[in-house]
Antibody
Framework: EVQLLESGGNLVQPGGSLRLSCAAS????????MTWVRQAPGKGLEWVSS????????YITDSLKGRLSISRDNAKNTLSLEMSSLRVEDTARYFC?????????WGQGTLVTVSS | SYELTQPPSVSVSPGQTARITCSGD??????VYWYQQKSGQAPVAVIY???KRPSGIPERFSGSTSGTMATLIISGAQVDDEADYHC???????????FGGGTKLTVL
């Protein structure tokens, strides 16, 4: 059974940093690209970042470039998202998503709250 | 930045056909994907690559495209289909993904 378990979400002050992790199991992690999608409370989905199977190619939404880094460890079946200079508008649930021909498996998300 | 536009809400009676649109300038050249999200749950893909249905998705879900507009069609909508529906595609450079604003489907 495919499982994606996000962690690392927390309450953080504006300007702070956070590292989110996603532990993958139930499939061959290195065979799939991976994506982070976020959803602010009561709002729609927002594509955040994607990473290739090997980790050599990354894509980040323009609005977050310079504040965000995506990486993966295929030996540990782990996807990571490092966020810095956090803003109130970064408050959202962050989903880890397996990316095959489409976003085929989603985690339940981890909640990031940016507030003073 | 690239945008996909969806209507905020669509309402139909049970058994009617629901149509949810998604418009974007790059859609003539880029695939569109549709995700269903029920309250408090993670999204689920219902259509990929414009008109393909993932395994386990009922046949009443279909997709079509014409020019800059894609449409999710739910034939014979059921109360259980009430959810938010989000379209997704990529920009013309393939560097950035984008979701539409989401459409709340009401079936009653």
């Amino acid at each position: 059974e495919v499982q994606l378990l996000e962690s690392g979400g927390n309450l953080v002050q504006p300007g702070g940093s956070l590292r989110l992790s996603c532990a993958a199991s139930g499939f061959t992690f290195r065979h799939y690209a991976m994506t982070w999608v976020r959803q602010a409370p009561g709002k729609g989905l927002e594509w955040v970042s994607s990473i290739s199977r090997s980790g050599t190619t990354t894509y980040i939404t323009d609005s977050l470039k310079g504040r965000l880094s995506i990486s993966r460890d295929n030996a540990k079946n782990t996807l990571s998202l490092e966020m810095s200079s956090l803003r109130v508008e970064d408050t959202a649930r962050y989903f880890c998503v397996r990316t095959g021909m489409y976003f085929d498996y989603w985690g339940q998300g981890t909640l990031v709250t940016v507030s003073s | 930045s690239y945008e996909l536009t969806q209507p905020p809400s669509v309402s139909v009676s049970p058994g009617q056909t629901a149509r949810i649109t998604c418009s974007g300038d790059a859609l003539p050249k880029k695939y569109v994907y549709w995700y269903q999200q029920k309250s408090g749950q993670a999204p689920v893909a219902v259509i990929y690559e414009d008109n393909k249905r993932p395994s386990g998705i009922p046949e009443r879900f279909s997709g079509s495209t014409s020019g800059t507009m894609a449409t999710l069609i739910i034939s014979g909508a059921q109360v259980d289909d009430e959810a938010d529906y989000h379209c997704y595609s990529v920009d013309s450079s393939d560097n950035e993904g984008v979701f539409g604003g989401g459409t709340k489907l009401t079936v009653l």
